[in-house]
């Protein structure tokens, strides 16, 4: 399957909710890798992440092509990506030093431009 690579941020002098495409760029990719999603500290426990990351779960599922979104993330997130839908598929091989890494990932069903009044 080809990857879309993309990066979410949130931060001062940001736009809220603007996503940026990473290096790696497959157009009619069927699998997204959300390479980053990072809020600034004085955004945090706001709850803004979670509507960002719903926000752009919702967009892919407007592309017909995207099949999944996938994502590495420390232990303590896996929480976090779970209340937003992602399931579980093990620990990465990737690791940085110590720093290890869980594979998640998020299946998209259906998509948005198939129903009436989906904003797509």
Same mark, same amino acid.
């Given at each position: 399957?080809r990857?879309?690579?993309?990066?979410i941020s949130? +931060?001062? +002098?940001?736009?809220? @909710? $603007?996503?940026?495409?990473?290096?790696l $760029?497959?157009? $009619?990719?069927?699998?997204? $890798?959300?390479h980053?999603?990072?809020?600034h500290?004085?955004?945090?426990? =706001?709850?803004k +992440?979670?509507?960002?990351?719903?926000? @752009?779960?919702?967009?892919?599922?407007?592309?017909?092509?995207?099949?999944?979104?996938v994502?590495?993330?420390?232990?303590f997130?896996?929480?976090? @990506? =779970?209340?937003?839908?992602?399931?579980? =598929?093990?620990p990465?091989?990737?690791s940085?030093?110590?720093l290890?890494?869980?594979?998640?990932y998020?299946?998209?069903?259906?998509?948005a431009?198939?129903?009436?009044?989906?904003g797509?």
């Open positions: 399957s990857v879309i690579r993309i990066g949130l +931060g001062p +002098g940001t736009d809220p @909710y $603007h996503v940026d495409a990473l290096t $760029h497959k157009p $009619h990719g069927t699998t997204v $890798h959300i980053v999603l990072a809020v500290r004085t955004f945090r426990q =706001q709850g +992440g979670s509507i960002l990351l719903w926000r @752009y779960l919702q967009y892919l599922r407007c592309l017909p092509y995207v099949r999944r979104a994502l590495m993330c420390e232990d997130l896996v929480p976090f @990506y =779970q209340k937003s839908g992602f399931k579980g =598929q093990g990465s091989e990737i940085v030093g110590s290890t890494f869980i594979e998640m998020y299946p998209i069903r259906g998509h431009f198939m129903r009436r009044n989906s797509c």
